[in-house]
Protein backbone atom coordinates (compact mmCIF):
# COMPACT_ATOMS: atom_id res chain seq x y z
CA UNK A 1 0.00 0.00 0.00
CA UNK A 2 1.04 3.50 -0.91
CA UNK A 3 -0.33 5.17 1.93
CA UNK A 4 3.10 4.29 3.97
CA UNK A 5 5.90 5.77 1.87
CA UNK A 6 9.47 5.73 3.78
CA UNK A 7 11.27 8.73 2.49
CA UNK A 8 15.15 9.12 1.63
CA UNK A 9 16.84 11.59 0.39
CA UNK A 10 20.52 11.24 -1.12
CA UNK A 11 22.87 13.95 -3.68
CA UNK A 12 23.09 10.51 -5.97
CA UNK A 13 21.28 7.32 -6.25
CA UNK A 14 22.69 4.37 -7.84
CA UNK A 15 20.58 1.71 -9.32
CA UNK A 16 22.84 -1.67 -9.10
CA UNK A 17 25.80 -3.09 -7.42
CA UNK A 18 27.45 -4.72 -9.51
CA UNK A 19 30.47 -3.31 -10.96
CA UNK A 20 29.42 -0.33 -12.48
CA UNK A 21 27.51 0.50 -9.94
CA UNK A 22 29.84 -0.19 -7.01
CA UNK A 23 32.33 2.19 -9.07
CA UNK A 24 29.79 4.87 -9.55
CA UNK A 25 28.69 5.53 -5.81
CA UNK A 26 32.60 5.23 -5.24
CA UNK A 27 33.38 7.89 -7.66
CA UNK A 28 30.41 10.10 -6.22
CA UNK A 29 30.94 9.25 -2.55
CA UNK A 30 34.52 10.15 -3.52
CA UNK A 31 33.21 13.73 -4.76
CA UNK A 32 31.66 14.23 -1.69
CA UNK A 33 28.08 13.22 -2.44
CA UNK A 34 26.18 11.43 -0.10
CA UNK A 35 25.27 7.88 -2.42
CA UNK A 36 22.60 5.31 -1.73
CA UNK A 37 23.55 2.41 -3.76
CA UNK A 38 20.06 -0.12 -4.38
CA UNK A 39 19.90 -3.50 -5.60
CA UNK A 40 17.58 -5.94 -6.55
CA UNK A 41 19.40 -8.36 -4.44
CA UNK A 42 22.61 -8.63 -2.18
CA UNK A 43 25.71 -5.81 -3.38
CA UNK A 44 27.99 -8.47 -3.60
CA UNK A 45 26.23 -11.62 -5.61
CA UNK A 46 23.82 -9.96 -7.51
CA UNK A 47 24.53 -9.77 -11.44
CA UNK A 48 26.34 -11.56 -14.00
CA UNK A 49 30.48 -10.40 -12.36
CA UNK A 50 29.65 -11.79 -8.96
CA UNK A 51 28.66 -15.24 -10.07
CA UNK A 52 31.53 -15.42 -12.62
CA UNK A 53 35.19 -14.49 -12.86
CA UNK A 54 36.05 -11.92 -15.10
CA UNK A 55 38.67 -11.38 -17.05
CA UNK A 56 40.09 -7.34 -17.16
CA UNK A 57 41.63 -5.31 -19.41
CA UNK A 58 44.86 -4.13 -18.02
CA UNK A 59 47.50 -2.73 -21.08
CA UNK A 60 48.72 0.94 -20.84
CA UNK A 61 48.77 3.27 -23.64
CA UNK A 62 51.15 3.01 -26.17
CA UNK A 63 52.53 -0.41 -24.94
CA UNK A 64 52.59 -3.30 -28.20
CA UNK A 65 49.79 -4.96 -25.76
CA UNK A 66 47.77 -2.36 -25.58
CA UNK A 67 48.00 -2.23 -29.47
CA UNK A 68 46.43 -5.90 -29.64
CA UNK A 69 43.61 -5.27 -27.40
CA UNK A 70 42.41 -2.16 -29.47
CA UNK A 71 43.15 -3.92 -32.96
CA UNK A 72 41.03 -6.56 -31.67
CA UNK A 73 38.00 -4.54 -30.33
CA UNK A 74 38.55 -2.82 -33.92
CA UNK A 75 38.41 -5.82 -35.84
CA UNK A 76 35.58 -7.53 -34.08
CA UNK A 77 33.66 -4.20 -33.92
CA UNK A 78 32.63 -4.75 -37.38
CA UNK A 79 32.64 -0.99 -37.88
CA UNK A 80 31.20 0.32 -34.98
CA UNK A 81 33.58 0.23 -32.11
CA UNK A 82 35.83 3.20 -31.77
CA UNK A 83 39.28 3.67 -31.26
CA UNK A 84 39.27 7.06 -28.75
CA UNK A 85 36.61 5.65 -26.96
CA UNK A 86 38.39 2.05 -26.65
CA UNK A 87 41.99 3.81 -25.43
CA UNK A 88 39.73 5.92 -23.14
CA UNK A 89 37.74 3.19 -21.49
CA UNK A 90 41.06 1.21 -21.18
CA UNK A 91 43.01 3.93 -19.58
CA UNK A 92 40.73 4.51 -16.72
CA UNK A 93 40.47 1.04 -16.19
CA UNK A 94 44.13 0.68 -15.68
CA UNK A 95 43.58 4.00 -13.23
CA UNK A 96 40.97 1.81 -10.94
CA UNK A 97 42.89 -1.45 -11.06
CA UNK A 98 45.79 0.30 -9.67
CA UNK A 99 43.78 1.94 -7.44
CA UNK A 100 42.54 -1.78 -6.61
CA UNK A 101 46.02 -2.66 -6.08
CA UNK A 102 46.90 0.38 -3.71
CA UNK A 103 43.76 0.07 -1.36
CA UNK A 104 44.92 -3.64 -0.73
CA UNK A 105 43.03 -6.01 -3.15
CA UNK A 106 44.91 -9.22 -2.92
CA UNK A 107 45.91 -9.95 -6.69
CA UNK A 108 47.18 -12.68 -8.08
CA UNK A 109 51.29 -12.90 -8.97
CA UNK A 110 52.72 -14.45 -11.76
CA UNK A 111 55.18 -17.19 -11.27
CA UNK A 112 58.38 -15.20 -11.44
CA UNK A 113 56.45 -12.62 -8.65
CA UNK A 114 55.11 -9.85 -11.06
CA UNK A 115 51.70 -8.99 -9.94
CA UNK A 116 48.58 -10.07 -12.81
CA UNK A 117 45.92 -7.63 -12.31
CA UNK A 118 44.11 -9.25 -15.65
CA UNK A 119 41.62 -11.50 -13.95
CA UNK A 120 38.74 -10.04 -11.23
CA UNK A 121 37.24 -12.82 -9.08
CA UNK A 122 33.61 -11.78 -9.04
CA UNK A 123 32.64 -12.55 -5.54
CA UNK A 124 36.09 -11.69 -3.93
CA UNK A 125 36.47 -8.60 -6.12
CA UNK A 126 31.72 -7.57 -5.40
CA UNK A 127 32.68 -8.15 -1.33
CA UNK A 128 35.64 -5.99 -1.70
CA UNK A 129 34.20 -3.30 -3.55
CA UNK A 130 31.06 -3.51 -0.87
CA UNK A 131 33.40 -3.00 2.08
CA UNK A 132 35.35 0.07 0.78
CA UNK A 133 31.38 1.48 0.08
CA UNK A 134 30.67 1.25 3.30
CA UNK A 135 33.58 2.47 4.85
CA UNK A 136 33.22 5.50 2.92
CA UNK A 137 29.66 5.86 4.20
CA UNK A 138 27.74 4.90 1.32
CA UNK A 139 24.48 4.02 2.09
CA UNK A 140 24.00 -0.02 0.69
CA UNK A 141 20.45 -1.13 0.42
CA UNK A 142 20.06 -4.73 -0.30
CA UNK A 143 16.80 -6.30 -1.88
CA UNK A 144 15.59 -3.51 -2.66
CA UNK A 145 14.54 -3.15 -6.29
CA UNK A 146 14.06 -0.14 -7.91
CA UNK A 147 10.10 0.17 -9.61
CA UNK A 148 10.28 3.37 -11.26
CA UNK A 149 12.42 6.90 -11.84
CA UNK A 150 10.77 10.29 -9.99
CA UNK A 151 11.07 13.31 -12.82
CA UNK A 152 11.02 16.82 -11.39
CA UNK A 153 10.28 18.96 -15.00
CA UNK A 154 11.70 16.75 -17.12
CA UNK A 155 14.50 16.11 -15.12
CA UNK A 156 15.61 13.01 -13.51
CA UNK A 157 15.02 13.00 -9.33
CA UNK A 158 15.11 10.09 -8.21
CA UNK A 159 13.16 6.73 -7.61
CA UNK A 160 10.95 4.67 -6.29
CA UNK A 161 12.17 1.20 -4.78
CA UNK A 162 10.33 -1.28 -2.90
CA UNK A 163 11.53 -3.83 -0.29
CA UNK A 164 11.61 -7.03 -1.60
CA UNK A 165 11.19 -8.83 2.16
CA UNK A 166 8.70 -6.36 3.65
CA UNK A 167 7.08 -4.78 0.67
CA UNK A 168 7.37 -1.72 1.88
CA UNK A 169 7.99 1.12 -0.59
CA UNK A 170 10.59 3.72 -0.37
CA UNK A 171 10.67 6.62 -2.36
CA UNK A 172 14.01 8.38 -2.64
CA UNK A 173 15.12 12.08 -3.84
CA UNK A 174 17.78 12.72 -5.61
CA UNK A 175 20.27 15.24 -7.29
CA UNK A 176 20.76 12.78 -9.91
CA UNK A 177 20.08 8.85 -10.39
CA UNK A 178 22.69 6.36 -12.28
CA UNK A 179 21.04 3.22 -13.62
CA UNK A 180 23.68 0.57 -13.45
CA UNK A 181 20.99 -2.05 -13.37
CA UNK A 182 23.10 -4.82 -15.43
CA UNK A 183 21.72 -5.93 -19.05
CA UNK A 184 18.56 -8.53 -19.92
CA UNK A 185 19.26 -12.10 -20.82
CA UNK A 186 15.57 -12.77 -20.52
CA UNK A 187 15.73 -15.49 -18.09
CA UNK A 188 17.47 -18.31 -19.98
CA UNK A 189 19.37 -19.75 -16.74
CA UNK A 190 22.55 -17.97 -18.32
CA UNK A 191 24.74 -17.60 -15.08
CA UNK A 192 23.89 -15.18 -12.81
CA UNK A 193 21.40 -13.30 -14.87
CA UNK A 194 18.12 -14.00 -12.85
CA UNK A 195 17.78 -10.71 -11.58
CA UNK A 196 18.94 -8.80 -15.13
CA UNK A 197 15.82 -8.49 -16.34
CA UNK A 198 15.88 -5.03 -18.51
CA UNK A 199 14.61 -3.32 -15.26
CA UNK A 200 16.60 -0.29 -15.75
CA UNK A 201 15.99 0.09 -19.50
CA UNK A 202 12.12 0.22 -18.85
CA UNK A 203 12.47 2.76 -15.98
CA UNK A 204 14.60 5.29 -18.32
CA UNK A 205 12.58 4.48 -21.58
CA UNK A 206 9.64 5.44 -19.30
CA UNK A 207 10.87 8.85 -18.19
CA UNK A 208 12.12 9.15 -22.08
CA UNK A 209 15.11 7.98 -22.61
CA UNK A 210 16.88 6.51 -25.96
CA UNK A 211 18.43 3.00 -26.35
CA UNK A 212 20.73 2.06 -28.97
CA UNK A 213 22.59 -1.13 -30.40
CA UNK A 214 19.74 -3.45 -29.38
CA UNK A 215 19.61 -5.64 -32.41
CA UNK A 216 23.52 -6.71 -31.43
CA UNK A 217 22.25 -8.50 -28.52
CA UNK A 218 21.85 -11.88 -29.96
CA UNK A 219 24.93 -13.65 -27.81
CA UNK A 220 24.96 -17.07 -26.30
CA UNK A 221 27.03 -18.14 -24.05
CA UNK A 222 28.30 -22.06 -24.14
CA UNK A 223 26.97 -24.32 -20.79
CA UNK A 224 26.68 -27.91 -20.11
CA UNK A 225 23.30 -28.69 -20.85
CA UNK A 226 21.69 -29.46 -17.40
CA UNK A 227 23.68 -26.32 -16.23
CA UNK A 228 23.41 -22.80 -15.25
CA UNK A 229 27.78 -22.72 -16.23
CA UNK A 230 27.94 -20.12 -19.10
CA UNK A 231 31.74 -19.77 -18.81
CA UNK A 232 32.76 -19.65 -22.70
CA UNK A 233 36.29 -19.57 -22.45
CA UNK A 234 36.75 -23.24 -21.71
CA UNK A 235 35.70 -24.06 -25.11
CA UNK A 236 38.77 -22.61 -26.76
CA UNK A 237 40.29 -25.73 -25.87
CA UNK A 238 37.50 -28.24 -26.87
CA UNK A 239 36.15 -30.21 -29.52
CA UNK A 240 31.96 -29.83 -30.60
CA UNK A 241 30.54 -33.61 -31.60
CA UNK A 242 27.08 -33.94 -32.61
CA UNK A 243 25.16 -37.62 -31.54
CA UNK A 244 27.15 -39.62 -34.21
CA UNK A 245 30.52 -38.01 -32.86
CA UNK A 246 31.01 -35.68 -36.23
CA UNK A 247 33.07 -33.13 -34.92
CA UNK A 248 31.59 -29.82 -35.56
CA UNK A 249 32.87 -26.71 -36.82
CA UNK A 250 36.72 -27.24 -37.91
CA UNK A 251 36.38 -24.33 -40.12
CA UNK A 252 34.56 -21.34 -39.61
CA UNK A 253 32.57 -19.86 -37.21
CA UNK A 254 32.38 -22.54 -34.61
CA UNK A 255 29.59 -21.02 -32.06
CA UNK A 256 27.17 -20.96 -35.20
CA UNK A 257 27.61 -24.89 -36.43
CA UNK A 258 26.59 -25.25 -32.66
CA UNK A 259 23.83 -23.29 -32.64
CA UNK A 260 22.86 -25.27 -36.40
CA UNK A 261 23.38 -28.63 -34.96
CA UNK A 262 21.17 -28.01 -31.87
CA UNK A 263 18.79 -26.90 -33.71
CA UNK A 264 18.48 -30.54 -35.38
CA UNK A 265 19.73 -32.32 -32.00
CA UNK A 266 21.95 -32.79 -28.81
CA UNK A 267 25.32 -31.54 -28.98
CA UNK A 268 29.04 -32.62 -26.85
CA UNK A 269 32.08 -31.24 -25.99
CA UNK A 270 35.24 -32.31 -24.84
CA UNK A 271 38.24 -30.07 -23.38
CA UNK A 272 40.56 -32.19 -24.94
CA UNK A 273 43.27 -29.50 -26.08
CA UNK A 274 44.31 -28.00 -22.87
CA UNK A 275 47.27 -28.99 -21.91
CA UNK A 276 47.84 -30.17 -18.11
CA UNK A 277 49.06 -26.33 -17.21
CA UNK A 278 46.22 -24.99 -18.66
CA UNK A 279 44.02 -27.19 -17.19
CA UNK A 280 45.94 -26.52 -13.37
CA UNK A 281 45.70 -22.83 -14.54
CA UNK A 282 41.46 -23.32 -14.68
CA UNK A 283 41.05 -25.25 -11.95
CA UNK A 284 43.20 -23.35 -9.48
CA UNK A 285 41.28 -20.01 -11.35
CA UNK A 286 38.09 -20.70 -11.66
CA UNK A 287 36.76 -23.41 -9.67
CA UNK A 288 32.90 -22.15 -10.46
CA UNK A 289 33.85 -24.31 -14.01
CA UNK A 290 33.98 -27.16 -12.73
CA UNK A 291 31.18 -27.52 -10.15
CA UNK A 292 28.81 -29.13 -12.41
CA UNK A 293 31.55 -31.72 -13.63
CA UNK A 294 32.64 -32.49 -10.28
CA UNK A 295 29.22 -33.17 -8.70
CA UNK A 296 28.62 -35.15 -11.17
CA UNK A 297 31.67 -37.29 -11.58
CA UNK A 298 32.16 -36.03 -15.30
CA UNK A 299 36.30 -35.47 -16.21
CA UNK A 300 35.36 -32.51 -18.97
CA UNK A 301 39.47 -33.37 -20.48
CA UNK A 302 38.60 -36.44 -21.79
CA UNK A 303 34.70 -37.53 -21.57
CA UNK A 304 32.42 -35.54 -23.72
CA UNK A 305 28.97 -34.06 -22.01
CA UNK A 306 26.09 -32.77 -23.77
CA UNK A 307 26.01 -28.41 -23.99
CA UNK A 308 23.91 -26.04 -25.05
CA UNK A 309 23.13 -22.42 -25.72
CA UNK A 310 22.57 -19.52 -23.54
CA UNK A 311 21.30 -16.10 -24.22
CA UNK A 312 23.38 -14.02 -23.01
CA UNK A 313 21.46 -10.50 -24.23
CA UNK A 314 22.90 -7.59 -23.34
CA UNK A 315 24.52 -8.85 -20.27
CA UNK A 316 27.18 -9.94 -22.61
CA UNK A 317 25.72 -8.66 -26.16
CA UNK A 318 26.59 -4.51 -26.78
CA UNK A 319 22.57 -2.78 -26.70
CA UNK A 320 21.60 -0.68 -23.77
CA UNK A 321 20.97 3.02 -22.48
CA UNK A 322 22.18 5.53 -25.39
CA UNK A 323 25.09 7.60 -23.66
CA UNK A 324 27.23 10.37 -24.42
CA UNK A 325 31.02 10.08 -24.77
CA UNK A 326 30.82 9.65 -20.71
CA UNK A 327 27.71 8.35 -19.08
CA UNK A 328 25.00 11.02 -19.78
CA UNK A 329 21.81 9.27 -20.80
CA UNK A 330 19.58 11.52 -23.24
CA UNK A 331 17.41 12.47 -20.08
CA UNK A 332 19.17 15.09 -18.15
CA UNK A 333 19.93 13.90 -14.20
CA UNK A 334 20.10 10.09 -15.56
CA UNK A 335 23.39 8.33 -15.98
CA UNK A 336 24.27 4.78 -16.98
CA UNK A 337 26.82 3.15 -16.42
CA UNK A 338 27.87 -0.75 -17.51
CA UNK A 339 25.71 -3.40 -19.56
CA UNK A 340 22.63 -1.18 -18.89
CA UNK A 341 24.85 1.19 -21.29
CA UNK A 342 25.40 0.57 -24.68
CA UNK A 343 28.71 -0.93 -25.57
CA UNK A 344 28.55 0.08 -29.31
CA UNK A 345 31.73 2.31 -28.93
CA UNK A 346 33.75 -0.23 -26.69
CA UNK A 347 32.57 -3.44 -28.78
CA UNK A 348 30.89 -2.76 -31.69
CA UNK A 349 28.32 -5.53 -33.40
CA UNK A 350 30.02 -8.30 -31.40
CA UNK A 351 30.19 -9.48 -27.42
CA UNK A 352 32.35 -7.51 -24.89
CA UNK A 353 32.36 -10.91 -23.00
CA UNK A 354 34.90 -10.78 -20.24
CA UNK A 355 37.64 -8.54 -20.26
CA UNK A 356 36.18 -5.36 -22.81
CA UNK A 357 32.54 -5.74 -20.52
CA UNK A 358 34.37 -5.35 -17.34
CA UNK A 359 36.75 -2.55 -18.34
CA UNK A 360 33.52 -0.72 -19.76
CA UNK A 361 31.95 -1.13 -16.45
CA UNK A 362 34.85 0.12 -14.73
CA UNK A 363 35.60 2.98 -16.93
CA UNK A 364 31.60 4.22 -17.36
CA UNK A 365 30.76 3.48 -13.70
CA UNK A 366 33.22 5.74 -12.57
CA UNK A 367 32.49 8.39 -15.67
CA UNK A 368 28.83 7.89 -14.01
CA UNK A 369 29.68 8.32 -10.45
CA UNK A 370 31.78 11.63 -11.41
CA UNK A 371 29.11 13.04 -13.81
CA UNK A 372 26.31 12.49 -11.49
CA UNK A 373 28.32 14.62 -8.71
CA UNK A 374 29.31 17.63 -10.79
CA UNK A 375 25.31 17.51 -12.34
CA UNK A 376 24.38 17.80 -8.45
CA UNK A 377 27.07 20.24 -7.68
CA UNK A 378 25.75 21.98 -10.86
CA UNK A 379 21.74 21.86 -9.66
CA UNK A 380 22.85 24.05 -6.39
CA UNK A 381 20.88 23.35 -2.66
CA UNK A 382 17.83 24.14 -4.20
CA UNK A 383 17.36 20.82 -5.56
CA UNK A 384 15.92 19.01 -2.18
CA UNK A 385 12.97 21.72 -2.30
CA UNK A 386 11.86 20.11 -6.30
CA UNK A 387 8.36 19.30 -6.86
CA UNK A 388 8.57 15.64 -7.62
CA UNK A 389 6.64 13.09 -9.79
CA UNK A 390 6.06 9.86 -10.87
CA UNK A 391 6.80 8.98 -14.29
CA UNK A 392 3.68 6.29 -14.95
CA UNK A 393 0.46 7.77 -14.24
CA UNK A 394 -0.46 4.10 -13.21
CA UNK A 395 -1.40 3.91 -9.38
CA UNK A 396 0.72 1.60 -7.85
CA UNK A 397 -1.44 0.63 -5.46
CA UNK A 398 -2.27 -2.78 -4.76
CA UNK A 399 0.14 -5.10 -4.02
CA UNK A 400 -1.37 -8.52 -3.64
CA UNK A 401 0.60 -11.70 -5.33
CA UNK A 402 1.64 -11.83 -8.21
CA UNK A 403 -1.22 -14.15 -10.41
CA UNK A 404 -0.20 -17.34 -11.83
CA UNK A 405 -0.86 -15.58 -15.50
CA UNK A 406 2.57 -13.43 -14.90
CA UNK A 407 4.61 -16.23 -15.30
CA UNK A 408 2.84 -17.56 -18.55
CA UNK A 409 3.61 -14.10 -19.97
CA UNK A 410 7.54 -14.53 -18.56
CA UNK A 411 6.85 -17.81 -20.81
CA UNK A 412 5.76 -16.10 -23.47
CA UNK A 413 8.30 -13.82 -24.03
CA UNK A 414 11.12 -16.34 -23.08
CA UNK A 415 10.00 -18.33 -26.13
CA UNK A 416 9.84 -15.30 -28.73
CA UNK A 417 13.37 -14.67 -27.59
CA UNK A 418 15.24 -17.38 -26.61
CA UNK A 419 15.50 -20.36 -29.18
CA UNK A 420 18.49 -21.00 -31.24
CA UNK A 421 15.90 -20.77 -34.68
CA UNK A 422 14.67 -17.51 -33.06
CA UNK A 423 17.06 -15.68 -30.69
CA UNK A 424 20.20 -16.74 -32.74
CA UNK A 425 19.63 -17.02 -36.11
CA UNK A 426 16.48 -14.32 -37.03
CA UNK A 427 14.36 -13.64 -40.27
CA UNK A 428 11.86 -11.53 -40.99
CA UNK A 429 8.83 -14.47 -40.69
CA UNK A 430 10.15 -14.43 -36.55
CA UNK A 431 10.49 -11.49 -35.72
CA UNK A 432 6.87 -10.26 -37.12
CA UNK A 433 5.33 -12.93 -35.34
CA UNK A 434 7.68 -11.78 -31.78
CA UNK A 435 6.55 -8.25 -32.94
CA UNK A 436 2.95 -8.67 -32.87
CA UNK A 437 3.17 -11.31 -29.69
CA UNK A 438 4.78 -8.69 -27.80
CA UNK A 439 3.08 -5.90 -29.00
CA UNK A 440 -0.28 -7.86 -28.11
CA UNK A 441 1.40 -9.15 -24.52
CA UNK A 442 2.07 -4.99 -23.70
CA UNK A 443 -1.53 -4.21 -24.66
CA UNK A 444 -3.06 -6.60 -22.18
CA UNK A 445 -3.68 -5.10 -18.92
CA UNK A 446 -5.58 -8.19 -17.72
CA UNK A 447 -2.16 -10.21 -16.18
CA UNK A 448 -1.02 -6.87 -14.39
CA UNK A 449 -4.03 -5.67 -12.84
CA UNK A 450 -1.62 -6.47 -9.34
CA UNK A 451 1.55 -4.71 -10.02
CA UNK A 452 4.15 -5.57 -7.83
CA UNK A 453 8.08 -6.41 -8.63
CA UNK A 454 7.00 -9.31 -10.77
CA UNK A 455 4.95 -7.76 -12.91
CA UNK A 456 7.65 -5.08 -13.19
CA UNK A 457 10.08 -7.55 -14.26
CA UNK A 458 7.58 -9.25 -17.17
CA UNK A 459 7.25 -5.74 -18.12
CA UNK A 460 11.17 -4.62 -18.82
CA UNK A 461 11.32 -8.33 -19.96
CA UNK A 462 8.56 -7.82 -22.79
CA UNK A 463 9.89 -3.74 -23.36
CA UNK A 464 13.39 -5.49 -23.90
CA UNK A 465 11.87 -7.74 -26.11
CA UNK A 466 10.17 -5.38 -28.19
CA UNK A 467 13.56 -3.17 -28.51
CA UNK A 468 15.51 -5.62 -29.71
CA UNK A 469 12.82 -6.87 -32.05
CA UNK A 470 12.03 -4.36 -33.77
CA UNK A 471 15.45 -2.89 -34.42
CA UNK A 472 16.23 -6.63 -35.56
CA UNK A 473 13.78 -6.27 -37.65
CA UNK A 474 15.03 -2.75 -38.99
CA UNK A 475 18.42 -4.11 -39.38
CA UNK A 476 18.16 -6.05 -43.14
CA UNK A 477 21.46 -6.93 -42.51
CA UNK A 478 23.88 -9.75 -40.80
CA UNK A 479 26.76 -8.14 -39.12
CA UNK A 480 27.94 -9.81 -35.72
CA UNK A 481 25.14 -10.24 -33.51
CA UNK A 482 22.93 -9.51 -35.63
CA UNK A 483 22.36 -12.75 -37.92
CA UNK A 484 19.64 -12.63 -40.53
CA UNK A 485 19.15 -15.59 -42.33
CA UNK A 486 17.39 -13.56 -45.30
CA UNK A 487 19.78 -10.81 -45.44
CA UNK A 488 23.17 -13.32 -44.54
CA UNK A 489 25.70 -10.62 -46.08
CA UNK A 490 27.16 -7.18 -44.73
CA UNK A 491 25.72 -4.14 -46.16
CA UNK A 492 28.28 -1.37 -45.84
CA UNK A 493 25.74 0.98 -46.30
CA UNK A 494 24.00 0.16 -42.85
CA UNK A 495 27.14 0.70 -40.82
CA UNK A 496 25.00 3.35 -38.76
CA UNK A 497 23.37 2.93 -35.62
CA UNK A 498 19.92 2.21 -34.57
CA UNK A 499 18.38 4.04 -31.77
CA UNK A 500 14.79 3.10 -30.82
CA UNK A 501 12.75 3.96 -27.09
CA UNK A 502 9.41 4.05 -26.32
CA UNK A 503 6.69 2.12 -24.34
CA UNK A 504 3.60 2.18 -25.88
CA UNK A 505 4.55 2.74 -29.03
CA UNK A 506 7.90 1.70 -29.79
CA UNK A 507 9.99 3.57 -32.55
CA UNK A 508 12.98 3.01 -33.95
CA UNK A 509 15.40 5.25 -36.23
CA UNK A 510 18.48 4.40 -38.15
CA UNK A 511 21.70 7.45 -36.79
CA UNK A 512 24.84 8.52 -38.49
CA UNK A 513 27.49 6.82 -35.98
CA UNK A 514 29.71 9.99 -35.83
CA UNK A 515 29.02 11.51 -34.12
CA UNK A 516 26.84 9.01 -32.46
CA UNK A 517 28.14 10.09 -29.15
CA UNK A 518 26.47 13.49 -28.71
CA UNK A 519 28.71 16.10 -26.40
CA UNK A 520 28.13 16.11 -23.58
CA UNK A 521 27.07 19.69 -23.42
CA UNK A 522 24.22 19.21 -25.79
CA UNK B 1 19.18 -25.16 -7.69
CA UNK B 2 19.54 -24.90 -4.00
CA UNK B 3 18.50 -28.58 -2.21
CA UNK B 4 20.00 -29.11 1.21
CA UNK B 5 20.38 -26.50 4.51
CA UNK B 6 21.91 -29.09 6.92
CA UNK B 7 19.97 -29.20 10.03
CA UNK B 8 23.28 -30.93 11.89
CA UNK B 9 25.46 -28.14 10.79
CA UNK B 10 23.77 -24.94 10.07
CA UNK B 11 24.77 -22.41 12.78
CA UNK B 12 21.56 -20.07 12.32
CA UNK B 13 23.91 -17.38 11.22
CA UNK B 14 21.30 -16.64 8.42
CA UNK B 15 23.96 -15.19 6.39
CA UNK B 16 22.79 -17.12 3.35
CA UNK B 17 19.52 -15.19 3.83
CA UNK B 18 21.04 -12.14 3.29
CA UNK B 19 23.87 -12.72 0.89
CA UNK B 20 21.35 -15.03 -2.00
CA UNK B 21 20.73 -12.32 -4.83
CA UNK B 22 17.66 -14.16 -5.59
CA UNK B 23 16.40 -14.07 -2.00
CA UNK B 24 15.37 -17.59 -1.90
CA UNK B 25 15.55 -18.57 1.91
CA UNK B 26 13.33 -17.07 4.71
CA UNK B 27 14.89 -16.82 7.99
CA UNK B 28 13.12 -18.71 10.70
CA UNK B 29 13.32 -17.52 14.20
CA UNK B 30 15.12 -19.49 16.62
CA UNK B 31 15.28 -22.49 13.33
CA UNK B 32 17.36 -22.92 10.61
CA UNK B 33 16.94 -21.40 7.13
CA UNK B 34 14.26 -22.43 4.74
CA UNK B 35 14.67 -22.81 1.51
CA UNK B 36 11.28 -20.94 0.79
CA UNK B 37 11.78 -20.48 -3.34
CA UNK B 38 13.67 -22.97 -4.57
CA UNK B 39 12.81 -22.41 -8.37
CA UNK B 40 14.15 -19.05 -7.71
CA UNK B 41 17.46 -20.30 -7.41
CA UNK B 42 19.55 -19.36 -10.07
CA UNK B 43 22.26 -21.69 -9.29
CA UNK B 44 25.33 -19.72 -8.60
CA UNK B 45 26.61 -21.54 -5.85
CA UNK B 46 27.66 -18.03 -4.06
CA UNK B 47 25.79 -18.90 -0.73
CA UNK B 48 28.32 -22.24 -0.17
CA UNK B 49 31.28 -19.34 -0.24
CA UNK B 50 28.81 -17.44 2.34
CA UNK B 51 28.38 -20.47 4.65
CA UNK B 52 31.00 -21.03 7.72
CA UNK B 53 30.31 -24.20 8.36
CA UNK B 54 29.25 -25.95 4.52
CA UNK B 55 25.60 -26.34 5.78
CA UNK B 56 24.59 -25.53 1.75
CA UNK B 57 24.55 -28.03 -0.76
CA UNK B 58 23.64 -26.24 -4.78
CA UNK B 59 22.84 -29.08 -7.14
CA UNK B 60 24.78 -28.30 -10.12
CA UNK B 61 21.08 -29.40 -12.27
CA UNK B 62 19.60 -25.97 -12.72
CA UNK B 63 16.14 -26.50 -14.29
CA UNK B 64 15.95 -30.06 -12.05
CA UNK B 65 15.80 -31.54 -8.45
CA UNK B 66 18.78 -34.09 -8.15
CA UNK B 67 17.43 -35.69 -5.04
CA UNK B 68 20.59 -35.68 -3.26
CA UNK B 69 21.54 -37.29 0.16
CA UNK B 70 23.40 -35.17 2.64
CA UNK B 71 25.31 -38.78 4.28
CA UNK B 72 26.58 -39.15 0.68
CA UNK B 73 27.35 -35.44 -0.50
CA UNK B 74 29.55 -35.89 2.66
CA UNK B 75 30.68 -39.23 2.25
CA UNK B 76 31.98 -37.63 -1.39
CA UNK B 77 33.99 -34.76 -0.05
CA UNK B 78 31.05 -32.45 -1.91
CA UNK B 79 29.77 -30.42 0.76
CA UNK B 80 31.97 -26.79 0.64
CA UNK B 81 34.30 -28.05 -1.74
CA UNK B 82 33.16 -25.13 -4.22
CA UNK B 83 34.12 -22.30 -0.77
CA UNK B 84 37.40 -24.58 -0.34
CA UNK B 85 38.58 -24.71 -4.39
CA UNK B 86 37.60 -20.87 -3.89
CA UNK B 87 39.48 -20.73 -0.97
CA UNK B 88 36.95 -18.62 1.35
CA UNK B 89 36.36 -18.81 5.08
CA UNK B 90 33.95 -17.38 7.59
CA UNK B 91 32.55 -15.73 4.71
CA UNK B 92 35.36 -13.67 3.45
CA UNK B 93 37.45 -14.39 0.49
CA UNK B 94 40.96 -15.82 1.45
CA UNK B 95 42.02 -17.19 -1.99
CA UNK B 96 42.33 -14.57 -4.44
CA UNK B 97 45.76 -14.27 -4.85
CA UNK B 98 45.60 -17.88 -5.75
CA UNK B 99 44.54 -17.49 -9.22
CA UNK B 100 46.50 -19.09 -11.71
CA UNK B 101 44.20 -17.61 -14.89
CA UNK B 102 46.85 -15.72 -16.57
CA UNK B 103 47.47 -19.19 -17.49
CA UNK B 104 44.52 -18.83 -20.01
CA UNK B 105 46.36 -16.33 -22.19
CA UNK B 106 50.16 -17.17 -22.11
CA UNK B 107 50.21 -18.98 -25.03
CA UNK B 108 48.53 -16.55 -26.95
CA UNK B 109 45.76 -18.37 -28.60
CA UNK B 110 43.46 -15.63 -27.03
CA UNK B 111 43.69 -12.32 -26.20
CA UNK B 112 42.01 -10.60 -22.93
Known amino acids: ?522 | MIEIVSADRCVKCDLCVEACPDNVFDAVADGIPVIARQSDCQTCFLCELFCPTDALYVSPFSDAIEGASEADLIARGVMGSFRREMGWKNAKPRGTSGDLSYRIFETGRIIP
Not at chain 1, 50 to 68: F, P, S
Not at chain 1, 313 to 320: H, I, L, P, S, W
Not at chain 1, 493 to 501: M, N, S
Open chain 1, 1 to 522: MLNKIEKAETDVLVIGGGPAGCWAAWNAVSAGMSVILIDKGYVGTSGATAAGNTTTIYTKRGTAERAATVDQRLRLGQGFAEQAVVETVLDRTVENLDLLAHWGYPFPTYEDGRPYRGMLRGPDYLRFMRQKLIKARVKILDHCPAEELLLSDGVVAGAIARYRRGGEALAIHAGAVVIASGGCAFLSGALGTNNLTGDGYLMAAEAGATLSGMEFSAQYGISPAYSSVTKGVVYFWGTFTNEAGDVLGEAGDRQSAVAQELIKGSVYAVLDKAPPRLQEGFRRGQPNIFVPFDRLGIDPFTERFPITLRHEGTVRGTGGLKIDARAGTTVPGLFAAGDAATRQAMSGATTGGGGPNSSWAMATGSWAGEDAAAFVKALGPLWRSRTVHRVSAVAASDRGEANDTVADVTDIVKQQILPVDRGFFRTAETLTAASQSLNALWADETWRSRRNARVREAEALIATARWVTESALLRRESRGLQRRLDHPEQNSALRKAIDTGGTDHIWTSYVSLSPQRMSHAS
